[in-house]
């Protein structure tokens, strides 16, 4: 149904909670005008949404028990206001009610995302489904090469019990249109009999329509079964691999693209950054597990110094150089900003949880970078769009770390600086190739050895469609570490935060494409830049381009 040429006039047809919240349901917060009221009274924030129409639709309850007028129109567009039914507010303490919507023959479910827990577990509050992460329709169309491309990344996915659904879930739909469209014509009938005096016939009307009605609940009910169970795996199917990345089941086999000088190489045996960092007074574990626990970091003197200078140097370089414009975001996500990211549901054990706010700290600035312009529509002339961010990131690493992740290899808290764009559908496989010439292009100043690997199918983030790797060479370890993940995730984040751009003025809105890399992450940089430029006296010579950030040019013991 186009938004742009028609508002339905929609109805509230049934105010039933149901167990899960639609596939298709988009979340927006904002203010209605309250029934009875002459100015906007700011209450409850209810986000609620509708299915094929590019809407936002906001309610406000009142303690007077009435809701406010619905409003539906496209984004930064007129709203067409609709009058509501006057319904008890009670009905936004049940948790996640759904309500069914009715645009002519045409059903849309809308969800209202209130402050409440959904089925008890956290990593689904307040997160509104906007549409499946991959095409449904392309899936019923082309089922055995979209199962095939899946395959390729793990073997055991399968479309069957997915495709069984959603037919079972078209078929239901479909009766339940067919028997309310009975039940319409026979209130019509019952309501010729009753002006006709044919009370008899006008009841036996009434008995058989009572019957439809409960075959009708039935069949919602059912309905709403499956489509909690078929939205529970359509978001979690990965993205589709791009035809360019290697098919392998094993993480060794990796594609080398392309190696940055030669390996380093000593008169003496090269001693271990930890090693390294408590001699020279850079580093202090213990006094960091003091105050939070292991595996954290903290940096001291001359090490705070090189650290910031990291820091500082990447976002000056970005800046001046490769034309990002910088963000300073919140350290916290709300469950939306972590769901467009795609860290849930599937990593809600890695991150870390705030319950009573339900927000989440930042994992990676990529998480809070891909929620700048959620359920915004951008105009082609705005493409590429090119931010960077700064952010600690915050991972539980689940596990205990080997002895060959010790230090700074594998921590709960490291800094990075994250690069971030969005760019049209055509355009994103060679933004990827230039995304990555802009990590390396501030890798390359520090004067490590380092190479760019291409990850195997098996390798790559659910939401990435293909990732690179920028790999240092760790030289006590004598084994690579990545510094840098750089990844297409073409239209899959974007399909989870409704973005959007139009192709040109007044075209039909497309999804973006997102992009996002790591340029650069610190803590196994800092290893590597310890580790590379250690001399025999237990001394580490400053790269030249951080020495003004530093302040010296040596750190001696």
């Excluded at 742009?4 to 105010?15: D, E, F, G, H, I």
């Excluded at 496209?74 to 919507?101: C, D, Q, T, V």
């Excluded at 390996?263 to 580093?283: R, S, V, W, Y």
């Excluded at 010579?541 to 530093?550: A, F, G, K, M, N």
Aim: proline share 7%; net charge neutral.
């Amino acid at each position: 149904m186009d938004h742009q040429r028609k508002v339905a006039q929609l109805l509230l047809v049934s105010a039933e909670p149901l167990p899960n919240p639609p596939l298709e349901a988009i979340a927006h917060v904002g203010l209605a005008q309250p029934l009875g009221h002459r100015e906007p009274q700011p209450r409850r924030r209810t986000l609620l949404l509708a299915e094929h129409i590019d809407a936002k639709v906001l309610v406000l309850d009142e303690p007077s028990g009435l809701i406010g007028s619905l409003k539906v129109g496209p984004p930064g567009e007129s709203m067409n206001p609709l009058k509501a039914l006057g319904l008890g507010h009670s009905f936004f303490h049940l948790g996640w009610p759904i309500f069914r919507l009715q645009a002519g023959k045409k059903r849309l479910p809308v969800v209202n995302c209130g402050s409440h827990r959904y089925n008890g577990c956290h990593n689904l509050r307040n997160i509104g489904y906007k549409v499946p992460m991959l095409d449904i329709k392309a899936i019923r169309e082309q089922p055995k090469e979209i199962e095939n491309k899946l395959k390729a990344r793990d073997p055991a996915l399968s479309l069957d019990r997915l495709l069984l659904l959603d037919e079972r879930r078209r078929k239901s739909i479909q009766e339940v249109e067919t028997l309310k469209n009975q039940r319409n014509k026979a209130s019509e009938e019952i309501a010729r009999f009753k002006t006709a005096q044919r009370e008899e016939e006008a009841q036996a009307r009434i008995r058989e329509m009572r019957q439809t009605a409960e075959r009708i609940k039935t069949l919602e009910d059912e309905l709403a079964a499956t489509e909690e169970e078929l939205n529970n795996l359509l978001i979690r199917l990965p993205n589709l691999p791009h035809e360019s990345v290697p098919v392998s089941m094993r993480k060794e086999d990796k594609i080398v693209v392309r190696e940055h000088k030669t390996l380093p190489t000593f008169e003496f045996e090269p001693k271990h950054h930890l090693d390294l960092g408590e001699e020279l007074g850079i580093l202090d574990f213990p006094r960091a597990a003091r105050i939070a626990g292991a595996r954290f970091p903290l940096y001291k003197g001359w090490g705070a110094r090189l650290e910031m200078a990291l820091i500082n140097f990447f976002l000056d370089f970005h800046f001046t150089q490769t034309g990002y414009t910088p963000i300073l975001p919140p350290y916290l996500g709300n469950s939306e900003t972590m769901f467009t990211a795609s860290q849930l549901p599937k990593f809600k054990d890695d991150v870390y949880y705030i319950e009573k706010d339900d927000l989440y700290l930042n994992p990676t600035a990529e998480t809070l970078l891909c929620s700048l312009h959620r359920d915004e529509i951008l105009e082609a002339s705005q493409l590429p769009l090119k931010y960077m961010a700064y952010t600690a990131c915050f991972r539980r690493e689940a596990g205990a770390a080997g002895e060959e992740e010790r230090g700074l290899i594998r921590m709960h808290q490291f800094n990075k600086v994250e690069l971030f764009k969005f760019t049209r559908a055509e355009d994103s496989f060679d933004e990827l190739e230039s995304l990555v010439r802009d990590a390396e292009a501030v890798l390359q100043p520090l004067d490590l050895h380092y190479r760019v690997v291409l990850l195997p199918t098996s390798d790559i983030a659910a939401q990435s469609a293909k990732t690179y790797d920028l790999e240092v060479w760790i030289p006590s370890q004598r084994r690579y570490y990545e510094v840098s993940s750089c990844s297409n995730c073409t239209d899959y984040q974007a399909r989870r935060g409704s973005i959007r751009y139009r192709p040109e003025p007044g075209a039909k809105p497309e999804y973006v494409h997102t992009l996002n890399g790591s340029a650069l992450a610190t803590s196994r940089l800092l290893s590597a830049l310890l580790e590379t430029n250690q001399r025999a006296d237990g001394s580490v010579v400053i790269p030249e381009v951080l020495r003004d950030y530093v302040g010296g040019s040596v750190i001696q013991p």
